[in-house]
């Protein structure tokens, strides 16, 4: 899904009233998307807009998110087949543990705890351009 709220620092009060008059339509609008949102627009006008809702939403978005190819070009570097310390270790299970040791030891690199959006995944192999997220279940 594509979506803009057209805002623009220059943009007329009527449009500035209607946006923060209307924004159930705008919550609306970007939780429809099924699989991808991609928002079109000023980043610094919606911040600065004034309307709570698309200024929190600027805000969010304008977040910065690891890229998975600059993360996984950070782990080139040879971890050894050993655990990498993490900085919630407490969330590590010896399963994952004995997991990554039997990754590394086939060949592969995963990422530990890899965060992506608001979830923190247990590993994330990443080849090019492609990702797979490994998850192990456990009492953590």
Do not use: C
Not at 32 to 45: N, T
Not at 54 to 67: H, I, M, Q, S
Request: charged content about 20%; glycine content about 8%; cysteine-free.
């Amino acid at each position: 899904m594509i979506f803009s709220p057209v805002i623009s620092a220059d943009a007329p009060p009527g449009a500035i009233s209607f946006l923060r008059s209307n924004g159930n339509l705008f919550h609306v609008a970007i939780t429809r998307a099924r699989g991808l949102l991609h928002m079109v627009g000023d980043h610094a006008a919606a911040s600065a807009s004034g309307i709570n809702h698309l200024a929190k939403f600027a805000d969010y978005v304008g977040r910065p998110t690891a890229d998975a190819a600059t993360t996984a070009a950070a782990y080139e570097a040879n971890l050894g087949a050993d655990y990498p310390a993490v900085s919630r270790s407490e969330r590590v299970s010896d399963w994952e543990r004995r997991f990554y040791s039997a990754l590394y030891q086939a060949g592969l690199r995963p990422i530990s705890q890899f965060t992506m959006e608001q979830f923190d995944l247990d590993f994330a192999i990443v080849v090019g351009n492609q990702r797979l997220n490994i998850e192990v279940d456990g009492k953590r």
